[in-house]
C-alpha cells in the first residue's frame, strides 16, 4: 500500500504562483510513474503532469511551460510548481502513483482557486 498527502493548495491571484507537494509513504518499491491530476466542477479528471522514475516527464500540452513536476528522493515527496496561474486552473488536485502491477494510488486532493 501507498498512501499520499497533499498540500499547499489555497487561493491565489491571477499570475501568481503555487507550489503543491505530494508526501508519499508505505511500500514504494514498485512504484514507476508519479503524477498529478486536477478535476474542476463539472468537468472531468485530466492528467497535469507526470513523472517516471526514470526521470521522463509528461505535461497537459495547455499546461506546458507554467508547470512543473519534480522529485525529491529523499524526502519521498513529488512537487507541482504552478507559475502564471490563470482562473481555469482552478480545480482539485490529486497526487497519483502508479505501481507494478497495475496498481493506482489516489491523495486526497487539494483545493487550488485563482481568483483576484
Known amino acids: 500500500q501507498v498512501q499520499l498527502v497533499e498540500s499547499g493548495g489555497g487561493l491565489v491571484q491571477p499570475g501568481g504562483s503555487l507550489r503543491l507537494s505530494c508526501a508519499a509513504s508505505?511500500?514504494?518499491?514498485?512504484?514507476?510513474?508519479m503524477g498529478w491530476y486536477r478535476q474542476a466542477p463539472g468537468k472531468e479528471r485530466e492528467l497535469v503532469a507526470s513523472?517516471?522514475?526514470?526521470?521522463?516527464?509528461n505535461y497537459a500540452d495547455s499546461l506546458k511551460g507554467r508547470f512543473t513536476i519534480s522529485r525529491d528522493n529523499a524526502k519521498n515527496t513529488v512537487h507541482l510548481q504552478m507559475n502564471s496561474v490563470k482562473p481555469e486552473d482552478t480545480a482539485v488536485y490529486l497526487c497519483n502513483f502508479k505501481a507494478w502491477p497495475r496498481r493506482e494510488y489516489w491523495g486526497q486532493g487539494t483545493q487550488v482557486t485563482v481568483s483576484s
Open positions: 508505505g511500500n514504494l518499491f514498485s512504484v514507476h510513474t
Open positions: 513523472l517516471g522514475t526514470s526521470g521522463n516527464t
